[in-house]
């Protein structure tokens, strides 16, 4: 979840991944178009953040956690895609639902995301955190104060960025999300940060839960990484390709977000398994991981607050679109403030994946409405579709909350 390269259900271009130039569509094929457009906006922080994550949560479950959630948002991004495709103009998701349902749903969704994405950056914040204090200590730390220092350290830093009139271009905005896929393979490879024992205290994984409530939580985390699944609703109207294309373009996304999620998760897999590992990671190794997933990490909160900040713009009533130039110093400072207040909540057992819920149930709820206006607005096959999504929407939630609650 994060900018730079498509689009968010709150913005306009997604936090945390290149933004689409319109003169970078030339003549490629519709589902090329689509089919890159879905994979860039999906693949951002999520990849640095999510793999060790999720293997300290699902254990050797991980990869089944990760399929199930590419099968859902996979399925979800075709829906919106079929959905939109005829019937609206190019818009992020609150736009599109707004139009579908009124401006009440395009409210709802920008409050969500706007808080929700605060809550985001609070997570990379003690994520990248989490690193350094690994590569000093050469093990996963206890959540306390020096982590909460360094998760301030990183916000304050991105958010003194983000009040500057400093951006990155679009070229280096693409170049981010190999750079993170780089830096992802690499920390996989080496099984860094190595996942700790079973009831440990570190910020990756709550030491209380239950087997089941740590593969639900996983699970719901994951939407985290999801966030850009409903880009389509920017892409696919603009290519105007028939139903066919449209679908194929969503499932060339699909198969290569399932590649580069599955693979990286499988290497993890691998590399922390693997018997004749030949022990823990240098010292150097630790440090030079742990410095390019914080700078990576640090660029992406940077571009991140700025997305939080035009979506709380747009809450505003009568409030006009943000301008080139984005949104104003006093409410960048004031999204920078609220990140910093997530992370001082932060200081307990399994601080990443507890803050990721706040994205996860921003996406939830995007995905929800969408599934309302397909139900509303479609035709008997997108009825059908959007009530399936419903159903399995409100199942999670049935399912997940109780295990959640019990441990």
């Known amino acids: 979840m994060e900018p730079a390269g498509t689009s968010l259900p709150g913005e306009a271009v ?17 589902e090329l178009e689509i089919g890159a457009h879905v994979s860039s906006s999906v693949l951002g922080a999520g990849m640095v953040v999510m793999p060790p994550v999720v293997a300290a949560l699902a254990g050797g479950h991980s990869l089944l956690v990760w399929s199930a959630h590419i099968l859902l948002g996979g399925s979800i991004s075709l829906m919106l895609a079929l959905l939109v495709r005829a019937r609206l103009r190019p818009a992020s998701l ?42 000093a200590n050469g093990s996963l730390p206890r959540p306390g104060a020096d982590g909460l220092l360094l998760a301030l350290g990183i916000l304050v830093v991105a958010v003194l960025a983000a009040l500057t009139p400093l951006s990155l271009p679009a070229a ?12 992802a393979l690499a920390c996989a490879a080496w099984g860094w940060p190595a996942a700790s024992a079973v009831g440990s205290h570190t910020p990756l994984a709550p030491s209380g839960l239950s087997p089941g409530g740590a593969q639900w939580l996983a699970l719901a985390a994951l939407f985290f990484a999801g966030v850009g699944w409903e880009s389509v609703t920017s892409v696919v109207p603009a290519v105007a390709a028939g139903p066919r294309r449209t679908a194929a373009g969503v499932a060339l996304g699909v198969a290569s977000v399932a590649i580069v999620y599955l693979g990286l998760a499988a290497v993890h897999r691998l590399a922390a398994g693997e018997p004749a590992a030949p022990g823990p990671v240098s010292a150097p190794l630790r440090w030079v991981l742990a410095g390019a997933t914080a700078a990576v990490l640090i660029s992406y909160v940077f571009t991140n607050v700025r997305t ?50 706040g994205p996860a149930v921003a996406a939830m709820t995007g995905f ?39 441990g």
């Open 14 to 30: 997604a936090p945390g991944r290149p933004e689409t130039d319109a003169g970078d569509r030339t003549e490629r094929r519709p």
């Open 94 to 135: 609150a736009g599109a639902v707004g139009a579908l349902l009124g401006s009440w749903a395009e409210r709802a969704v920008n409050g969500v995301f706007a808080v929700a994405f605060t809550a985001g950056q609070a997570a990379i914040a003690w994520f990248a955190s989490t690193c350094l204090l690994t590569a």
């Open 172 to 183: 280096v905005l693409r170049l981010r999300s190999w750079v993170a896929g780089a830096v």
């Open 308 to 357: 939080a900040a035009r979506i709380a713009a747009r809450l505003r009533p009568g409030e006009p679109a943000p301008s080139e130039r984005g949104p104003g110093r006093a409410l960048i400072a004031a999204v920078g403030v609220a990140c910093c207040a997530f992370a001082c909540t932060g200081v307990r057992d399994g601080a990443v994946p507890l803050l990721l819920l």
């Open 368 to 406: 929800d409405l969408a599934a309302v206006a397909a139900v509303r607005c479609g035709g008997p096959l997108m009825r059908s579709a959007g009530a399936l999504v419903l159903l399995v929407l409100a199942g999670m939630a049935v399912l997940a909350v109780p295990f959640l609650l019990g």
